[in-house]
């Protein structure tokens, strides 16, 4: 267990849904980034919220949105859902750069 | 703008052989971090390089930072089968973000 819980694990959907993921970061992380995995691809980075804030932003589509709550767990929303966005879903989370992100086990998402 | 570039991109090797897997980045950074996925599961951090010349080593794993040539490298010995993953580097910008490479997919045959 790294620490950081990233609910659901599964989740399959139609197309033109909405669905939220969830990260609880690890205790004592501020820091939350967002990415996104699909089918053997590399890491696409969606969003950081540091301490609540948005802190930086990556090829995040309009559809997803975010935010981080005080207690400093947050939610990834997708909507207008399309077969193209089904993917690994992973969180992670980081206290200072000394020690990198620690990543939850990712949701793994299907649009059908 | 920090890039980060691995080769190879796919790596099939014997069990018992030796390898490298290098990390070349495009502007100056002074942290780079090393991680290993299986399929389908999430990443597991390796090293955290933080200094130039640093080296690490976990079992047959090695790696090393050089800052001035803006290398990283990761030296499997003696490979195993249970080495087969994919691995990241990924390095730090000047806003502390990671920059991720696009990830080495390594097979060990037995």
């Known amino acids: 267990d790294s620490g950081v819980t990233q609910t659901p694990k599964h989740l399959i959907t139609a197309t033109g849904q909405r669905v939220t993921l969830r990260c609880s970061p690890r205790s004592g992380d501020l820091s939350v980034y967002w990415y996104q995995q699909s089918l053997d691809q590399g890491l696409q980075f969606l969003i950081q919220?540091?301490?609540?804030?948005?802190?930086a932003k990556g090829n995040i589509l309009e559809r997803f949105s975010a935010q981080q709550f005080p207690d400093l767990h947050s939610e990834l929303n997708l909507s207008s859902l399309e077969l193209g966005d089904s993917a690994l879903y992973f969180c992670a989370s980081s206290e200072e750069l000394n020690y990198g992100y620690t990543f939850g086990s990712g949701t793994r998402l299907t649009v059908v | 703008e920090l890039k980060v570039e691995q080769n190879p991109l796919f790596l099939s090797m014997q069990e018992g052989k030796n390898y490298t897997i290098y990390c070349n980045y495009s502007t100056t950074s002074d942290r780079l971090y090393w991680y290993r996925q299986d399929p389908g599961k999430s990443l597991e951090s390796l090293f955290v390089l933080l200094s130039n010349g640093a080296v690490k080593q976990e079992g047959r794993l090695m790696a090393s930072l050089d800052t001035k040539a803006r290398l990283s490298t990761l030296h499997i010995t003696a490979a195993v089968h249970d080495l087969s993953a994919t691995y990241f580097c990924?390095?730090?910008?000047?806003?502390?973000?990671?920059?991720w490479g696009a990830g080495t997919k390594l097979i060990i045959k037995p």
């Open positions: 919220y540091y301490n609540g804030e948005e802190r």
């Open positions: 990924a390095v730090a910008d000047s806003n502390y973000q990671l920059i």
